[in-house]
């Protein structure tokens, strides 16, 4: 396996977060376009079988990256500046990859002056009466958040990918359709319209020979062979079906319990690739849906957990 970095600029706003489910989801549904049922089924059958032909990241900003839930080293604290700086640290979201490698190989880091990097903006809309089809008397109005890349200082989102060289080139295509679709909520209005700057090999994550945890990069559920000692936090997913299952009586899928990207678990096991796994039967009116529940790792070193 190969590891790569895709440069994703997109081209507006967009209203759904780049976390490695959906992406993984969007892609399928893209496969499905170009080589119809019978492969996409094939393609799944690789997944379920832990034989992933590609694993992907969540999209970040610029060369940013999730901060680890790891615990700083041990040692001799004599200053307010140094209690301040382990604080500012442990709220960030985000760290470089100069921080984030000095945190992934066990040694001390010290936080860095992030520009914020994503801007949010609240957009009113009519309400269109279902009856009438257009807007009703009354004039009601609804809100929607809408996220911005500050592309004052980031001019793309990152997505890293553990992938097999033959699918190298696929890949990349297959993020281009999605990228003239759009990801995510509204994508037939325009919403997670992107453009693909590149795809190129990526070697900031170097092999850890001592290597006794792993640092998620996207949303992870676990299969039963996965470590379960680690620091980490959770959510519930509450997905719905995309594309012509969005039509459905029911589109909803079921809630999912998933850790997020920068969460540790440790193992002595060999190193991998991923973790997580598929998910089947996860939609009551379509038991032939999936749900990406597996996510690139990076190896670590840090304390064991008490």
């Not at 499905?32 to 969540?58: D, M």
């Amino acid at each position: 396996m190969k590891t790569v970095r895709l440069k994703l600029n997109p081209l507006g706003s967009y209203l759904t977060n780049w976390s490695s489910d959906t992406i993984t989801g969007a892609l399928l549904w893209a496969y499905y376009r170009r080589f119809g049922t019978e492969a996409l089924g094939q393609l799944i059958s690789a997944f379920l079988k832990n034989e992933p032909p590609f694993v992907l990241s969540s999209g970040f900003p610029g060369d940013l990256l999730p901060r680890p839930f790891i615990p700083q080293p041990a040692q001799q604290i004599s200053t307010l500046r140094q209690i301040e700086e382990g604080k500012k640290l442990k709220k960030s979201q985000w760290v470089t990859l100069n921080v984030f490698n000095n945190l992934r190989q066990g040694q001390p880091a010290k936080p860095e002056e992030i520009t914020k990097p994503l801007q949010t903006e609240v957009v009113l809309h009519n309400q269109v009466s279902r009856i009438s089809g257009s807007t009703s008397e009354g004039g009601e109005l609804y809100t929607v958040e809408e996220q911005f890349l500050n592309i004052k200082c980031y001019q793309y989102i990152s997505i890293y990918a553990y992938i097999h060289p033959d699918w190298e080139e696929l890949l990349g295509e297959l993020f281009a359709d999605l990228g003239r679709t759009g990801l995510g909520a509204r994508a037939s209005t325009g919403k997670g319209v992107f453009l693909v700057e590149e795809t190129a090999g990526f070697p900031g994550f170097a092999d850890l020979p001592d290597a006794n945890s792993y640092i998620l990069l996207g949303n992870v559920t676990p299969s039963v062979t996965d470590p379960a000692s680690g620091y980490y936090k959770l959510i519930i997913k509450r997905g719905r079906l995309g594309e012509e299952y969005a039509k459905l009586p029911n589109p909803f899928k079921k809630p999912l319990i998933m850790l997020v990207a920068g969460s540790v678990l440790y193992s002595s096991s060999q190193h991998t690739k991923w973790l997580g796994r598929f998910i089947e039967d996860i939609a009551p009116d379509a038991p032939q849906a999936v749900h990406c529940g597996m996510a690139m790792v990076v190896p670590a070193c840090s304390n064991q957990p008490a």
